[in-house]
């Protein structure tokens, strides 16, 4: 039965979250693949593809038209890296780095739309990542 699987409220809850996240993506002009590989942007400033789909947990074909959008609204650009030919290099431009200026209520806005308690959402952080067997938290 569909309500014994773990793997439904998971898919649900996740669906969810991305369209509480949509109007205030729609006011920056961004998905919310782009959103969170912006984000990692922010932090890092520069990163290959490879440990951009690392850390987001995506494939080179999911990530490669993400990061082409994003280079042609300015946000990002990328370029072979002057050490390994085969390794394509991603820096966020002055335009990315401006874009995060418009972003950053975004996480507190998130945060009022979901109703955890900061306890909960901890521990639930934990387990999902415990599920995609990393240990972060």
């Not at 014994?4 to 205030?24: G, H, M, S, T, W």
């Not at 490879?50 to 494939?59: H, T």
């Not at 890296?81 to 507190?108: C, F, H, Q």
Request: proline share 4%; hydrophobic share 35%.
């Amino acid at each position: 039965m569909l309500s014994n699987q773990l793997c439904f409220p998971l898919y649900a809850a996740a669906k969810e979250i991305v369209r509480k996240y949509k109007p205030y993506l729609d006011e920056i002009d961004l998905t919310y693949t782009q959103y969170i590989t912006m984000m990692l942007m922010w932090e890092h400033k520069q990163m290959n593809v490879r440990q951009l789909g690392e850390c987001l947990y995506l494939d080179s074909g999911t990530l490669t038209p993400v990061l082409k959008k994003l280079q042609e609204k300015g946000f990002v650009t990328r370029r072979r890296s002057e050490k390994d030919e085969r390794e394509t290099m991603v820096t966020v431009t002055d335009k990315g780095m401006e874009l995060r200026d418009k972003a950053v209520g975004i996480p507190e806005a998130m945060g009022k739309c979901v109703t955890l308690t900061p306890e909960e959402a901890g521990v639930l952080y934990k387990l999902l990542y415990r599920i995609l067997g990393d240990e972060k938290g």
